[in-house]
């Protein structure tokens, strides 16, 4: 358990441990691939093929 009086090392290496977890790793990785596929357009292309693929439909990608 940390607290107020917990070495300063200590809480360093809690947070350090806690961000090394696979799932936690996701996140920022994901945030990322979003930005480089806006980044390079290709998510227009995406949003253009799925409103083929949806836009006859009722609701189609509810824009």
Known sequence: ML?????????????????????MLA????????????YGGISDKMMDFAEVLTGHMKGGLAR
């Open 3 to 23: 607290d107020a009086s917990s070495p300063a090392w200590l809480i360093m290496q809690k947070v350090m441990k806690s961000t090394q977890s696979f799932s």
């Open 27 to 38: 996140i920022p990785f994901f945030v990322m691939s979003g930005s480089v596929m806006n």
